[in-house]
């Protein structure tokens, strides 16, 4: 790795389309901002979209030039779903950690019976890297808004961010409905002491 | 002050800066958001045309009117703009006028990665690259004025990771500008042959004008570093670029059209060894190995696909192979989402065997199993024509198991001249129009069929089946898609009948209303035959519980937005409504 890119954070975010990815690397890059970062991001829009599998690229640091991770030097990957967190586990550096939410929903094919869910899928998953499961789904729907899952799982991510409180709170203010802000940082909050 | 912005949030900006007064767009994925900014901002006129011809016409318009003018769309858009956009190149400006070209390397949302570098060339036009979103702000503004100073449209050359890409953007103010007012000039606008002739050495003079300007032009610029190699690029792959070759010596090039020779021969002359990275076509390459210059270029890099810092290092260097798990994992491509007013209609093309020319949309997605229910895509629009093909050649017996589906949006894009084509020529045609009330692929924009304007405003509706009927079609039919039963009449009935007969399905799309109760499966009832699958719904799957003989399928609740079309498809009356109710 060259050294000049060597400070740079990689966080992958992945999941199905339709969960909520893209305001959750809103968030996570809006906070890396106010951190003071160079800060770029790659998402996907369109066809894509339409449940398909999702991924988008955040980086920060000193100084970004591309928008995507190269393969193998993620240092973490955010899912939000297990099967897509195995998809874009490549991404993932030898140190890096998944971050990944206790679910799986199955894709046309498994739901038709012409493929299977992958049998042994948090063992894999703990091969590719360090992995914490978080039951984001069943915390959020406690909480009353399946929506809040993307919240939730960026908290889990604050631990290992060295980002201020207030940087996060701000972030959170200004891309969400002033309505749902205190929930998501409940939600957040969740995340964080998990 | 910096904000965070993609790149088409970026060229709203620019647009909005650089005190642009109209702006035209049809939407197209990664395109689509530029004009859904700009519509925000109450000092610019902004619209979404029918289709990417008339954008460009309108925004045209606007700069005969003495306007800075600014039109946006995906790459294959500039196909149907393709007309006026050669004679524009030929006709000149008088506001400003900044085409914007949003390419698809890729294909992440379409059916070509065409390089619409080609077609600055093509037309004679100048050709702007930014590299991030703060450039693509910058050069929307410099497009405005290289436009008025040379008097010529300017295309502003965007990709998917340009578009889609965010990053830090300096924003500035915005300098309101004069609208010049109308002046006729015929030796100009009126572009026939003997005008067009003057005006071609014009263009010619003025390209050698701009290629001086391209020498100068500080974003064209070298940034020193190893002199044994040196990388030319432009764009996106500059970021690249930067990360596989930080040490080397750097000629990022801004105005890629008409190229700064004797700034490349300069370039060429400090270095070793020039490697020029492009994604697309060897654009730069062909035109600098032209100047007898030698370089490395697609020889090593793919022509196919998206460029990445990846595919970059893999074609200099050895690396580590992908740890990609690909083939043990299943694929999960997107899918017609739960309670789609689409699907009622794909399962009963399924179910009677029909040829289906199909169209561009979410509804293309009902060409994938379990629906397979779509033959062709070719193009927005050829639904309509392809069938007519078919029907020439064929005959019209062929015509009589053959629709040709398209949704509301391609309807109003450029199905209408097709619809004309087949009630002028006799045709049989058996059209299909998927109406869900809006532009559902590329996010719900608004089209005539919805009378919603582009800054929210009511406009005047116009109904498909009145343009049908006006176009002289006597079978004309409105159904909703959600009745199984009806479905299937109507498009027998349409099946049946000599001569164009359309049909329109609609239903608004399930994502713009709210969900109705969710059902599920009484797991008492259901044998387990599987029927309810064949309508592809995400929300349905089939389980095998221990202790059970046969297998069981089971509603996701979550997922269920009551649209109620699998339990038309159950024969033991299994599929229930759930106790909860939201009313
Ligand atoms: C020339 C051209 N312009 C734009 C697009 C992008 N695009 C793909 S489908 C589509 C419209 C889809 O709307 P509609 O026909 O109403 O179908 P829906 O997605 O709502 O089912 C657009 C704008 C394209 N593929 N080609």
Redesign the pocket.
Known sequence: MPKKIANTTNIVICGVGGQGIILASDVLCQAAFLEGFDVKKSEVHGMAQRGGSVITHVRFGKKIYSPLIEEGTSDFVLAFEKLEALRYAHYLKKSGRIIVDNREISPMSVLVGQADYPANIDRELEKSGKTDFVDATTVAVELGNMRVVNILLLGVLSKYLDFKRESWEESVRKNIKEKFVELNITAFNKGQTS | MKSLLSGNEAVARGAWEAGCIVATA????PSTEILENISKYPEINSEWSV??KVALEVAAGASFAGARALVA??H??L??AADPFFTMGYSGVTGGLVIVSADDPGMWS??NEQDNRHYGRHAKVPVLEPADSNEAKIFTRIGFEISEKYDTPVLLRLTTRICHSSCLVDLGQRKETDIKGYVKDMKKRLVLPAHARVLHTIVEERLKKIAAYSELFRYNKIERGDKTLGIITSGVSYQYAKEVFPDASFLKLSLTYPLPEKSIRKFAKQVRRIIVVEEGDPILETEIKAMGIRVTGKEKIPLCGELTTRVLRDSFFKVRKSRKKEGRIPPRPPVLCPGCP?RGFFYIVNKLKLVATG?????TLGALPPLNAMDTCV??GASVTNAQGLEKALGKDFSKKLVAV??????F?SGITGLVNAVYNKGNLNLII?D?F?????GHQP?PGTGKLARGEQGKRIPPEEIARGCGVELVRVVNPNDLKATEEAIKEALAYDGVAVLIFRRP?ALLVKPRTPYRIDPELCNGCRLCLHIGCPAISLISPRGREKPLAVVDEALCVGCGLCVQLCQRDAIVLTEKSDA
Request: contains cysteine.
């Open positions: 049809y939407p197209g994925t289709n990417e769309m995906k294959v858009g196909n149907v379409s059916q689409h169209d561009i949309g979410c509804y193009c927005m398209l949704g509301d949006s391609t309807f894009h998927l869900n809006t532009t559902a692929m590329t089209h799309c």
